[in-house]
């Protein structure tokens, strides 16, 4: 999602989140950005619609695509840099994702007078993850997502708008997604360890319903 944000008069609100897969981040980023009135960049979101436009950023990002290879960090980052510009409050969904993405962005805003207010760290249990992921079922005509053990459709595996089967996706099977909670936790340590080291991280327990787990977030960037 990347959308305008709104002003409130609030406190300034520049926020990373952090979180395995399965750990309810994108909701929580979507809650956070109702709650304070600021707009999130979600890096995939972004570079959906980087694909989309014809500039010399879009042709660089689409010159590595089109090559099967991996966009450079700074290259991603002049996505991150165009979106933050400019903005007092922002939500980063997705972003940074390794050490170099997060010293890039760190420079940038401190060359600016500025740094994150904080990074939000969701945890949750390997079993639990594994548990919401391989019980998710997708709309394949309007992409509505389901849980069987958390908010299963009203008929047996319908979309409760479409009528269609429901399906899983090949990467929410068991092994497939242990493996996925390994890489994250591998790949995303240094990231952690960094912004420990600056005081900005908020580990937050991610088990519950998904308004308790707003409710610890709240507290968090509030400063309760």
Known sequence: MCEEGKDKGEKEVRIAFLGPPGAGKGTQVDLVSREYGVSVLSTGDAFRAMMKREDKLAERVRSYVEKGELVPDEVVFEIVKEFVDNKDSFILDGYPRNLRQAELLDDFLEGKGLALTGVVNILLDEDEIVKRLTGRLVCPQCGRVYNIYYSPPREDKLCDDCGVP?????DDEDDVIRQRIKVYHREMKPVVD???RKGLLFNVDGA?????????IKKVLDGK
């Open 194 to 196: 960094f912004y420990q």
């Open 166 to 170: 429901l399906e899983r996706r090949i």
């Open 208 to 216: 519950g319903d998904i308004h308790e787990v707003f409710e610890r």
